[in-house]
């Protein structure tokens, strides 16, 4: 195992690698969400290739096996936990034949009471030992692990879209050299967005293949990409044909001409126009000549595409052959892309709910508020006719405003009493505790004006900045108003909950003062669906927008 001369020295083997942009982008990527150094390994052979964190005999004990099996395992783990100290390593995958392991190496809030224990990582040095933990910020172990597999999720993520994007580069450079190609080739290119499905997508490009190729009808078989009831988002869950022209298979009959010829993504391109190259049951069917490529990504097959019988009965040929893989190629990265873009929303969806679930178990008394408060806060803007587009991000704001409450002392949160000054003082850090658990995580950004100010009130009297009216973000201001109405009407431990006609004097009292008028005036216009949500309890929270209100 070579040693380390410098922070970036260690590539040994390899002094490219420290100047490649996917080894910056790890690096800057840990050291932005972890604020520490990170040890790299290299996944495949073990090797250490850059110093992190020093702790001296926690980081020799990592050996080559333990990095080669996590990198097999392709998932963020604890690979080390000793007397409150906490070894993490991430996978990433950076190509296709390349994986880096980062290893971080943590405090947790136990490791102070073990430090004579832990001193002996330190060769016995109680000073060098209690240093570097002072050094530290502590974290509790769930939340490092949800963050490690955030972070490993999206670098992972980012070399996937950069690896398409190759790919995608690639089939431009070969496209075929004919305009009408070209022309359909870069229409398909300019439609590749994820807002559009694969079946739109695919129901084009038929409709421009018939100017280019001379066959009498095609057909697109999407296959499906998730099982039935597994997806938050909708995923398609069955087979699904689209044709053009006078196709002579339906669904079935697609699906028996992949198995008998006996297609996969490594086949490429089929070629058949005569009868010694078609099955006998085909050919009865009326398939006299016959394309068939797949729609892959990598070796994810997606689905196929075939042109059937050439309009003056003549064979096909490579140049139609090659343009149906181009085709083909180019459907299957958007399938791919769409897929990817799916399951990275499945994994904020599974963080989401792990934090509103953290969030529950720490005051199972309110279980289901972040919930309820999410679906108010979603009728409310509504009836303030918000942009469409914003819904996502209140439904998010909402079951996520109160995540800064894993931060509060039990004590205090599930205390059945009335609140001391001091105890209110502390419960009042919530929202800035929410904002920085959240900060780091992207793809959550925009619901942080909620979660940090949804405490402010419309005079100028809140918490956590003292905003007033305007100033304070308008998903806040809805927030507050959908929290307030949540907490009046639940019971608490010292408690029952509020009746109706008090719920609606607080806030005609309140409005112009505690909260925005507007929001008061919409909650009023909406208050008989807030009702019916309010009775309605779900027993998981549902990300499907088509279900918040």
Not at 58 to 79: C, G, P
Not at 263 to 269: D, F, I, K, Q, Y
Not at 365 to 378: F, K, Q
Request: glycine share 6%; net charge negative.
């Amino acid at each position: 195992m070579p040693v380390a001369t410098g922070p970036e020295s260690l590539f040994l083997s390899d002094p490219s690698v420290a100047e490649s942009t996917e080894y910056r982008a790890l690096v800057d990527e840990l050291r932005r969400n972890f604020s520490i150094e990170f040890a790299i390994w290299d996944g495949e052979s073990g090797e250490l290739l850059r110093i992190g964190q020093s702790v001296p005999k926690l980081q020799t004990m990592t050996a080559e096996e333990l990095v080669r099996a996590v990198a097999s395992d392709h998932m963020a783990q604890f690979i080390a936990d000793v007397d409150g100290i906490l070894a993490l390593a991430l996978p990433v995958q950076i190509s296709v034949d390349r994986c880096f392991v980062a290893t971080g190496i943590f405090a947790t809030d136990t490791a102070k009471a073990n430090l004579d224990s832990f001193a002996e990582m330190f060769d016995g040095d109680r000073d060098a030992a209690g240093a570097w933990l002072d050094s530290q910020k502590t974290w509790d172990a769930n939340v490092l692990l949800l963050l490690g597999e955030a972070i490993v999720g999206k670098l992972n993520a980012d070399a996937d879209v950069k690896r398409m994007k190759k790919e995608v580069d690639l089939i431009s450079q070969n496209l075929a050299t004919t305009y009408e190609e070209i022309s359909l080739l870069y229409t398909i290119t300019q439609n590749l967005r994820i807002s559009r499905s694969d079946e739109e997508l695919g129901q084009l490009a038929i409709e421009w293949l018939v100017d280019c190729v001379s066959a009498t009808s095609f057909a697109i078989q999407y296959l499906p990409v998730a099982e039935h009831g597994d997806s938050t988002y909708k995923a398609r869950t069955r087979p699904n044909l689209i044709i053009s022209g006078d196709c002579p298979v339906d669904e079935e009959g697609f699906r028996e001409l992949v198995e008998t010829l006996d297609l996969s993504a490594s086949t490429g391109a089929f070629i058949a126009n005569d009868k010694s190259t078609i099955e006998r049951h085909l050919y009865e069917r009326g398939i006299r000549q016959l394309i068939v490529v797949p729609l892959c990504e990598g070796d994810n097959v997606f689905g196929w595409l075939a042109a059937f019988n050439h309009v003056e009965d003549r064979e096909f040929g490579t140049i139609e052959a090659n343009l149906l893989s181009s085709v083909g190629a180019l459907l299957g990265i958007h399938s791919g892309n769409r897929d990817l873009y799916r399951q990275q929303s499945e994994l904020l969806a599974n963080i989401v709910r792990a934090l509103v679930s953290a969030i529950d178990a720490k005051d199972p008394y309110t279980s289901g508020h972040s919930d309820r408060v999410a679906r108010y806060a979603v009728r409310i803007a509504l009836e303030m006719r918000v942009n469409p587009k914003l819904l996502n991000t209140i439904y998010m704001s909402g079951l996520l405003h109160d995540v800064g409450k894993i931060g509060i002392d039990d004590n205090v949160l599930r205390k059945a009493g009335r609140l001391t000054d001091a105890e209110f003082e502390h419960i009042k850090k919530h929202p800035e505790l929410g904002y920085k658990i959240l900060a780091d995580i992207k793809q959550l950004s925009d619901v942080l004006p909620a979660v940090l100010h949804h405490h402010e009130q419309w005079d100028g009297k809140g918490y956590p900045m003292g905003l007033s009216g305007e100033d304070i973000p308008q998903l806040a201001r809805i927030m507050s108003v959908a929290d307030a109405y949540d907490a009046m009407t639940s019971d608490r431990p010292y408690r029952a909950g509020m009746p109706d006609e008090k719920v609606d004097g607080i806030f005609k009292n309140g409005a112009g003062a505690f909260w925005d008028p507007t929001v008061v005036d919409a909650y009023f216009k909406a208050k008989e669906d807030i009702e019916d949500i309010r009775w309605r309890e779900r027993p998981e929270i549902n990300l499907d927008e088509q279900t918040w209100a």
